[in-house]
C-alpha cells in the first residue's frame, strides 16, 4: 500500500488497507465520486436533506495523500429562511485534514429580500491545505415560496472539467509558493493563484473629509504575457537558430513585464514578483503538413517530441541568460528551477540538460514560468498559419469574423500537401491527445488542446478521451468542438 494514503472516517467506519490501495490506483484525478454514488434528495415538507450511502476518493492537490470516506445515510435538518427572502445553501462534504475526519454538513447562504435565489449570495466552499469541501447539491429558497425548496444537484460542475488539477500541481516549478487553482479561459495558463484579502478597513479624516482607508493583501493575480511561434515558418531543424528566435521572444515578453500598462495594481505587484511569460506556438499543422508528415503517425510524434524539447531547453538558457543580466525572479529561492526538481520530474538526464540545471541554480531564472501554447486562431490568420496546436478543420472553409465572411485555406497547400492536411473532424483524437502529452513534458505551463468530435459521438467516448487526455499526462483540455447538423458535400469529389 502506498505509505501516502491517509483514511478520513466518517460516521466510524474507514478503510482497509487493500481497500484503500484499490482506490489508490484509480484511473481518476481531482475530485470525483465512485461506486454508489451520493444521492441528495429534500424529505417532503422541504424540513431535511437526506444523503444516502456512497463512497468518494478525493485528492486535493495540497492534501498529503489520498482522503477516502465510507458513510450509511444521513439526514440534516434544514433552517428556512424570513419570510419574503431568497437563499442558497449548500449540501457540503468536508475533509478535515487537521481533525482527521470528514463529515457531512449544510452552509447557509446570505438571505437576499424578493427575488430570485442568486449563486452570488451562495456560502464560500473552502478549499485550501486544511480543509477541502466537495459541494454535493445547492438548496435554493425563492422569496414567498420558501417553505419548500428546490435542490439541485451540483457535482456534474466538478467531475468533468478541463484542469487536470492533480497533473497540473505536481508540475508545478513553483509549488513551494502556493497552487494551481484553476485555468484562464483558453486554458494555457497555469501559475500559482490566492485570493486578493482585505486585512483591515479604517475610517480616517483627512483635511476636513471622512474617508474609508482598506488596507488589502494582494494574492497572486495572474495575466496572460504571450507570443507565438510560428513553426511553419521556421526553421525547427536549425538548432542554432531556433535558440536564437526563442531568445529574442523571452527578452521581448520579459521586456513587456516592465513597459506594460496595468489597469490595477495587483495584476502589476504579481506580474513583478513572478515574472511570468507565456512562450507558445502557431503553425503546428502546417510545420508538419510542409515536411510530409501525417498527423496519425508515429513519425509526428517523434519530430515534435524533438522540436518542443529543443524550444523548452532554448527558453530555460535564455531565462537564465537574462536572470545572470538583470536579476532572478523574487521566488527564485526554493523553486524547482533552483533545486533542480524541474529537470528530474521530466526525465532531462543527457550531458547538456545536467550542464543547463547547474548553470540554472547557479545563475538563476528571469521568469517563474515560461511556455503556455495559446489558441491564435486571429493572430494565426495573419500570420498565415495554422491555429495553435490545432489540425485545420477544413483545406478550404469560410469563417465569419465581426459579421464579414472570411475565407481560411490551409497554408501553403499544394498536391503534395492536400492529402496531408486531414480534416480534425475526421481525425483520430486520440492521436491529437498523445500529441499533447508529449508536448506536454516539454510544457512548464499547459495548452489550448481542442477536441473535435462528430454528431456521433456518445458521451461515454468524450469521457474516455479526457481520461486519455489525463493519462497522457495532459493538464488542460480547451473546447470539445462538434459539427452542426447539416449534410455536407466530399472536400475531394465536389466539382
Known amino acids: 500500500m502506498n505509505s501516502d494514503i491517509v483514511t478520513y472516517p466518517l460516521n466510524g467506519i474507514t478503510y482497509t488497507a487493500e481497500e484503500a490501495a484499490g482506490y489508490h490506483s484509480a484511473r481518476t484525478s481531482g475530485v470525483y465520486c465512485l461506486d454508489e454514488d451520493f444521492k441528495v434528495s429534500l424529505s417532503s415538507g422541504g424540513k431535511s436533506v437526506w444523503i444516502?450511502?456512497?463512497?468518494?476518493?478525493?485528492?486535493?492537490?495540497?492534501?498529503?495523500?489520498?482522503?477516502?470516506?465510507m458513510q450509511w445515510p444521513v439526514t440534516l435538518a434544514l433552517s428556512t429562511p424570513t419570510l419574503l427572502c431568497s437563499r442558497v445553501d449548500r449540501v457540503v462534504l468536508r475533509f478535515d485534514r487537521r481533525a482527521r475526519r470528514s463529515y457531512l454538513t449544510v452552509l447557509k447562504g446570505t438571505e437576499i429580500f424578493g427575488g430570485s435565489p442568486s449563486s452570488s449570495a451562495a456560502p464560500r466552499i473552502t478549499r485550501n491545505e486544511y480543509v477541502y469541501d466537495l459541494c454535493l447539491a445547492e438548496i435554493r429558497y425563492f422569496a414567498g415560496t420558501n417553505l419548500i425548496p428546490s435542490l439541485i444537484d451540483t457535482r456534474g460542475d466538478e467531475s468533468l472539467c478541463g484542469l487536470m488539477r492533480d497533473t497540473v500541481n505536481r508540475a508545478n516549478p513553483n509549488a513551494h509558493r502556493g497552487i494551481i487553482y484553476c485555468s484562464n479561459l483558453c486554458t494555457e495558463i497555469a501559475q500559482n493563484m490566492s485570493s486578493i484579502e482585505t486585512v483591515s478597513t479604517e475610517i480616517c479624516t483627512e483635511d476636513g473629509d471622512t474617508v474609508v482607508v482598506k488596507t488589502i493583501r494582494p494574492g497572486d493575480f495572474v495575466v496572460c504575457n504571450l507570443a507565438s511561434l510560428s513553426l511553419g515558418h521556421l526553421p525547427l531543424e536549425d538548432e542554432k537558430q531556433m535558440k536564437e528566435k526563442v531568445a529574442t521572444l523571452v527578452r521581448a515578453l520579459d521586456n513587456v513585464i516592465e513597459l506594460n500598462f496595468y489597469p490595477i495594481p495587483f495584476a502589476q505587484i504579481t506580474n513583478h514578483r513572478y515574472r511570468s511569460i507565456g512562450l507558445g506556438v502557431s503553425g503546428y499543422h502546417h510545420a508538419l503538413a510542409v515536411r510530409g508528415i501525417r498527423w496519425e503517425s508515429e513519425e509526428h510524434l517523434n519530430f515534435m517530441d524533438k522540436v518542443f524539447e529543443r524550444i523548452n531547453y532554448a527558453a530555460i538558457a535564455a531565462s537564465s541568460e537574462l536572470a545572470k543580466e538583470k536579476g532572478s525572479y523574487h521566488y527564485f529561492e526554493g523553486s524547482d528551477w533552483q533545486t533542480g526538481a524541474y529537470f528530474i520530474k521530466r526525465g532531462y538526464n543527457s550531458p547538456e540538460w545536467k550542464a543547463l540545471?547547474?548553470?540554472?541554480?547557479?545563475?538563476?531564472?528571469?521568469?517563474?514560468?515560461?511556455?503556455?501554447?495559446?489558441?491564435?486562431?486571429?493572430?494565426?490568420?495573419?500570420?498565415?498559419?495554422?491555429?495553435?496546436?490545432?489540425?485545420v478543420m477544413k483545406r478550404f472553409f469560410l469563417e465569419e469574423?465581426?459579421?464579414?465572411?472570411?475565407?481560411?485555406?490551409?497554408?501553403?497547400?499544394?498536391?503534395?500537401?492536400?492529402?496531408i492536411y486531414k480534416s480534425a473532424y475526421l481525425t483520430d483524437q486520440t492521436w491529437s491527445i498523445r500529441a499533447a502529452g508529449i508536448r506536454q513534458l516539454h510544457i512548464d505551463q499547459a495548452q489550448s488542446l481542442n477536441l473535435y468530435i462528430?454528431?456521433?459521438?456518445?458521451?461515454?467516448?468524450?469521457?474516455?478521451?479526457?481520461?486519455?487526455?489525463?493519462?497522457?499526462?495532459?493538464?488542460?483540455?480547451?473546447?470539445?468542438?462538434?459539427?452542426s447538423l447539416e449534410v455536407e458535400e466530399c472536400e475531394s469529389c465536389a466539382s
Open 52 to 69: 444516502s450511502s456512497g463512497r468518494a476518493w478525493v485528492h486535493p492537490s495540497r492534501f498529503t495523500g489520498y482522503s477516502i470516506i
Open 357 to 391: 540545471a547547474v548553470k540554472v541554480s547557479t545563475q538563476g531564472m528571469r521568469n517563474a514560468y515560461l511556455l503556455a501554447i495559446a489558441p491564435t486562431s486571429s493572430t494565426s490568420i495573419i500570420a498565415g498559419t495554422t491555429a495553435g496546436t490545432d489540425p
Open 401 to 419: 469574423k465581426k459579421g464579414a465572411m472570411l475565407p481560411r485555406v490551409a497554408p501553403a497547400l499544394s498536391d503534395k500537401t492536400y492529402w
Open 454 to 483: 462528430t454528431n456521433e459521438f456518445t458521451l461515454r467516448q468524450v469521457l474516455n478521451l479526457y481520461l486519455l487526455a489525463w493519462e497522457c499526462g495532459v493538464k488542460t483540455v480547451y473546447y470539445v468542438r462538434s459539427k
